[in-house]
């Protein structure tokens, strides 16, 4: 069976500092890799995915994660955060065999950006 | 942008009563899911659909639980009898098709029983 871990639950940092939000995953089988945003009363957003290629994938708003197989980590990093960044994140797993493509969240990182 | 819309956005209902959760996926989309989230816990997988049936559903989704496509446009999820411990956000989402592309999430249903 897969899960999902991330250490941290929250996360406070000041305005244009560097972040890191950790997310460990296990599975025995192969998996995609997915980091969702949830900003206050929205749904969830994808920010950014790991299927293959790659290990370091960015999103557009200066997010990137580095998918490394041999720690089973998939950590989400920006470099300089904002403000508008704050929000709850979500790592997720989805094992590439099978079809029914369900998501494995982690419990979440709340990250609070200050002035 | 198309996306995936769920009403209510909050439904308040009394334990023992039935409640429908609805959900409009975006309209090409062939994959259907549900999921929740107890505050203060992580986002759980309920039950995914695909092609008029439930493709695969977790422990959580007992008997109690069960879902819809009525019309080819509306999602539904049914809690026949709520229970205290069913309050929680309930998620839909659609995906275009299988694991390979990315699963669009609806803003939420918060779901209150008293």
């Known amino acids: 069976a897969q899960s999902v871990t991330q250490l941290d639950s929250q996360v406070p940092v000041f305005e244009e500092a560097p972040v890191e939000l950790r997310c460990n995953y296990s599975?025995?089988?192969?998996?995609?890799l997915f980091w969702y945003v949830q900003y206050p009363n929205q749904g969830l957003q994808l920010l950014l995915k790991?299927?293959?290629?790659?290990?370091l994938v960015e999103s557009i708003n200066g997010f990137e994660a580095e998918f490394n197989k041999s720690q089973t980590s998939f950590h989400l990093r920006k470099p300089s955060v904002h403000i508008s960044d704050t929000a709850e994140y979500f790592c997720?797993?989805?094992?590439?065999?099978?079809?029914?493509?369900?998501?494995?969240f982690g419990q979440g990182t709340t990250l609070q950006v200050k002035p | 942008e198309p996306e995936v819309t769920q009403t209510p956005s909050h439904q308040v209902t009394q334990m023992g009563q039935e409640v429908i959760l609805r959900c409009v996926p975006i309209s090409n989309h062939l994959y259907f899911y549900w999921y929740r989230q107890i505050l203060g816990q992580k986002v759980e997988f309920l039950v995914s659909f695909y092609n008029n049936e439930i493709s695969e559903k977790s422990e959580i989704f007992d008997d109690q639980f069960s879902v819809e496509r009525p019309d080819g446009s509306n999602f539904t999820l049914k809690i026949r009898s709520t229970k205290l411990e069913d309050s929680a956000m309930y998620f839909c989402?659609?995906?275009?098709?299988?694991?390979?592309?990315?699963?669009?999430f609806g803003q939420g249903t918060r779901l209150t029983v008293v």
């Open positions: 790991y299927l293959s290629g790659s290990t």
């Open positions: 989402a659609s995906r275009l098709n299988g694991i390979y592309t990315e699963a669009f």
């Open positions: 599975s025995s089988v192969s998996v995609y």
């Open positions: 997720a797993v989805n094992t590439v065999s099978g079809n029914t493509g369900k998501l494995i």
